[in-house]
């Protein structure tokens, strides 16, 4: 079992990045995924997340409108394009996989039984 973000890197406040989550090893569009980040110093913490099918996305408020999540099951791979960056959006990014074959996403971290290695996003002011 297999999660690999990737396209972290050092942007400008305002500019774009985009994210991809790559997955083998399990059933994916049997599982919700979720991208959470880790600020320096903070708890890790709920960013956006995307049921199975991709019909139903959720997002923490401070991203509504800047980020969105979707996924491409044939490809097992989600993905979170991030427009308009903050400095505060500087943190590490991780994709985690929660087995749930029905509708939705969780927010709670307890839910999620696979996780990727993370990757830097920092946004400079």
């Known amino acids: 079992v297999q999660l690999q973000a990737c396209g972290g890197g050092l942007v400008q406040a305002g500019g774009s990045l985009r994210l991809s989550c790559t997955a083998s090893?399990?059933?994916?569009?049997?599982?919700?995924i979720a991208w959470f980040l880790q600020a320096p110093g903070r708890e890790r913490e709920f960013v956006a997340g995307i049921s199975r099918s991709g019909g139903s996305t959720d997002y923490v408020d401070s991203v509504k409108g800047r980020f969105t999540i979707s996924r491409d099951n044939a490809k097992n791979m989600v993905y979170l394009q991030m427009n308009m960056l903050k400095a505060e959006d500087t943190a590490v990014y991780f994709c985690?996989?929660?087995?749930?074959?029905?509708?939705?996403?969780?927010?709670?971290?307890?839910?999620?039984?696979?996780w990727g290695q993370g990757t830097l996003v920092t946004v400079s002011s």
């Open positions: 985690a996989a929660d087995y749930r074959p029905y509708f939705g996403s969780s927010r709670a971290q307890k839910d999620y039984n696979y």
């Open positions: 090893g399990f059933a994916f569009n049997s599982y919700a």
